[in-house]
């Protein structure tokens, strides 16, 4: 069982709908990621946070809107989304610094927007 | 613009026999390199990593060896067996010890190991 759990597993939705993805993590972490896995693609990040501050926004955009309220949980808030946003969205967590601290990922929400 | 690079989609490879999987980057600030295997409706799990001043790193059935001139790093898997087919990323950190979790990913290799 994964220490990363993220719901929605799946998720269909609207261009004009909005719907949030949640994550939380179990394993003390103080750094939590969004990365986004669309067909054909390699595993892009999209945002990070550290300490629950945002540090990192990879020309995410707008659409995307992320919140981290604490250190073990973090949310993704989608709005006005299009066809081509349909991914596999993957949270992840680690601690910020220190070698022995790989990244660990969460099962995924498999994002489809119609 | 690729960084990371698994140019091979798939590899298919007989039970007990070698599994090498093998990564290309362009991005000389890379520090870090870690290997993810991945199985269907899972997220990605941590398999082995090496930092830049090591040339390999072993860890049970699992080496990965960087060659930092020509820029490449592969996973030796031996002996494979049946539950070792996934998906298997490669990725890069150029953090410098403080963004471990900033990874730039390759586009993964898919491992068949027939028993």
Redesign the interface.
Known sequence: E?G?T?TPRHLVMGMTNKKSLKCEQHLGHN?M?WYKQSA??????MF?YNFKEQT?NNSVPSRFSPECPNSSHLFLHLHTLQPEDSALY?C???Q????N????????TRLTVT | D?Q?KQNSPSLSVQEGRISILNCDYTNSMFD?F?W?KKYP??????LI?I?SIKDKNEDGRFTVFLNKSAKHLSLHIVPSQPGDSAVY?C?ASDGG????????????TILTVHP
């Open positions: 994964t990363v993220q750094a990621y054909k693609k390699p595993l892009e990040l990070v990192e993957l992840a967590s680690s910020v610094q220190g070698a601290s790989p990244l660990h990922f969460g099962n995924g | 690729q990371v870090y870690l993810y409706a899972e997220g990605p799990t941590f990593s930092s990323f990725a010890g403080t963004s471990y979790g900033k990874l730039t990913f390759g586009q993964g």
